[in-house]
């Protein structure tokens, strides 16, 4: 009896999901990890991979506005999805998003290696609130890992992001 080894690419899924603003029509491999998607297939690679096991958080983007670890997730479960990465928080222009002028600003990243999970774990929290207390932070961003900062300068940008978009909200000149 002979053994027949099959070498036939697995089938594609098609995948319709919209990163950072932009509808995409998709097909991918049904193992194809988002993290994988964005980097590769869109270009987009201020998606950071880490660990490639969920543990470090360097690779965390906003799935339908919860922040979700890229190397966590088939990009084939994601039919239907909005995905927002790193890219989407700054202008057009070049200019920095409130969070990032914060990090910026108040020392919160060093090697940057980091700091992309970092600046979409902080995107969620000042979402659902622009005043969030140090154990907030703390409790939002414990799952991304920094080997540089030492955290202090994390949680202090944080907090001053979350000021200057409540200023921002309230038209206050930031």
């Known amino acids: 009896m002979s053994e027949t080894t099959s070498t036939a690419a697995p089938e594609k899924v098609r995948v319709r999901l919209t990163v950072n603003g932009t509808s995409h029509d998709l097909l991918v491999e049904p193992r194809t990890l988002l993290a994988d998607l964005l980097r590769g297939d869109l270009g987009l690679t201020g ?66 290696f980091c700091t992309p999970g970092m600046l979409m774990g902080t995107c969620e929290l000042l979402e659902r609130t622009t005043e969030p207390d140090p154990d907030d932070v703390r409790e939002a961003l414990g799952g991304n890992l920094c080997r540089c900062t030492g955290y202090q300068n994390i949680v202090k940008s944080v907090c001053a992001a979350g000021r200057a978009l409540a200023a921002e909200r309230n038209g206050a000149q930031v």
């Open 47 to 112: 998606t950071h991979l880490g660990c490639e096991q969920g543990v470090c958080g360097s690779c965390t983007v906003l799935v339908d506005g919860t922040a979700t670890r890229s190397c966590l997730v088939f990009a084939a479960q994601l039919d239907g999805a909005t995905v927002r990465t790193v890219e989407s928080l700054g202008g057009v222009d070049g200019s920095l998003h409130p969070i990032q002028r914060a990090f910026h600003e108040n020392h919160g990243l060093q090697c940057g």
